[in-house]
C-alpha cells in the first residue's frame, strides 16, 4: 500500500502585533527618560591652550555679554554681589580657603572683570579662578 504526503500548509507569520509592542516599548521609555536640565545663563567662554580644569565650587559668578552679572544663579549687580558675598555662608572654612569660579563671555570688557575682582577681594575671596573653554 501506498502511503500518500500530505502538503503541510504554510501560514504567514503575521508580525504586525510584534511591531506594535515594540513601539508601545519605543514610546514608553521615551517619555519616562528625564534629561539633564543645564543652567539657562549663555556665556560663550574663551579658549585657552594651558587651562586646567578645577573642582567646582559652590561659588560661581557669571557675566554675560550683556555685562549681566550672575551670583551662582541669581541675578546682581556690583553693589549686591558685595552684600552677598559679605554675607555668605563659609560652613566653617575661611574665605580664603574658597575657590570662586568667574565665567565671563569672552565679550566682557576687562573692566567689569577687575571690578568683579575687586569686590571678591574686599570681601576676603583670593583663590578665584577664571574658567575658560578647554
Do not use: C, H, W
Not at 7 to 29: A, G, R, Y
Request: charged letters at 25%.
Amino acid at each position: 500500500m501506498r502511503l500518500k504526503r500530505r502538503k503541510s500548509l504554510l501560514t504567514p507569520v503575521d508580525l504586525t502585533p510584534m511591531i506594535d509592542v515594540v513601539f508601545q516599548l519605543i514610546l514608553f521609555f521615551l517619555v519616562s527618560t528625564t534629561f539633564a536640565v543645564l543652567p539657562a545663563i549663555s556665556v560663550k567662554l574663551p579658549d585657552s591652550e594651558t587651562a586646567v580644569s578645577e573642582e567646582v565650587s559652590s561659588i560661581t559668578v557669571t557675566v554675560t555679554a550683556g555685562e549681566k552679572i550672575y551670583f551662582n544663579d541669581r541675578e546682581v549687580s556690583l553693589k549686591t554681589l558685595d552684600k552677598a558675598l559679605s554675607k555668605y555662608d563659609t560652613a566653617g572654612k575661611t574665605k580664603e580657603e574658597i575657590p570662586v569660579n568667574i565665567e565671563a563671555d569672552e565679550k566682557v570688557p576687562n573692566g567689569v572683570i577687575v571690578k568683579i575682582f575687586d569686590v571678591l577681594r574686599k570681601n576676603g575671596f583670593i583663590a578665584v579662578n577664571l574658567r575658560t573653554a578647554v
